[in-house]
């Protein structure tokens, strides 16, 4: 009888995982603190938010924030995924699945940054 093998994570994709969620935490405490301790009352209107990320560096800190957040996720939920032990047929369809809903969710929220910081110029 042949012994059922666990779809496991490559070392490359750990790697990716593990350094996402160091850069998620450097990013996420910058973001508190530009957001939150140097703005003195915080972010609170649609005009701040827009005086905000008409700031070319601050407008690439977001969606490098928003970028390596939608990686980590979705190497997060591929890690739950995996946990449950699919086959490798089912791990082939789940995978672009994935990537796709990244690339997607990245994209919009992309697309939404570039669309304020329009309206700053």
Known sequence: ????????????L??????????????IIVHLLVNHFVSPNGL???Q????????PWIAAMEITFLIVV???????????????NPS???LSIIDPILVV?????AGYGIWLTMIIVGRAM
């Open 1 to 12: 009888m042949a012994a059922l093998t666990k779809p496991r994570e490559k070392s490359g």
């Open 14 to 27: 750990w790697f990716i995982k593990q350094f996402s969620g160091v850069l998620v935490f450097i990013l």
């Open 44 to 46: 609170l209107t649609y």
């Open 48 to 55: 701040e938010v827009i005086a905000y990320l008409g700031n």
């Open 70 to 84: 939608t990686g980590h996720a979705i190497l997060g939920i591929r890690s739950i995924l995996l946990d449950l």
């Open 88 to 90: 490798k047929r089912v």
């Open 101 to 105: 809903v990244g690339i997607i969710a």
